[in-house]
């Protein structure tokens, strides 16, 4: 078992950041997968950033080159540092981890960013 725990959301204007943490805990294989999801209103849910426990990334489209995913692996924490933050990227964020066994989501955190 795995506990997601994320913080970090909140209100922005148009042009901002944020930066949002998940910190997991329980029985984490040193081999996985944690990254960002995130769901609008009325939409799917979206993978937004992966990153791996040897520090692969990979983006969606729509985030590369203002989202920026990082680990502490020490800390058992990734982070999202978001940037030229736009109102489409609104939406509820949840971290995710995944390893050979297990797949755990996080409560989820808002981000609402205004025009």
């Known amino acids: 078992q795995v506990q997601l725990v994320e913080s970090g959301g909140g209100l922005v204007q148009a042009g901002g950041s944020l930066r949002l943490s998940c910190a997991a805990s329980g029985s984490i294989f040193r081999f996985n997968y944690m990254g960002w999801y995130r769901q609008a209103p009325g939409k799917q849910r979206e993978l937004v950033a992966t990153?791996?426990?040897?520090?692969?990334?990979n983006f969606a489209d729509s985030v590369k080159g203002r989202f920026t995913i990082s680990r502490d692996n020490a800390k058992n924490t990734v982070y999202l540092q978001m940037n030229s933050l736009k109102p489409e990227d609104t939406a509820v964020y949840y971290c995710n981890y995944k390893d050979s066994a297990y797949l755990a989501w996080g409560q989820g955190t808002q981000v609402t960013v205004s025009s």
């Open positions: 990153i791996t426990s040897s520090g692969s990334t």
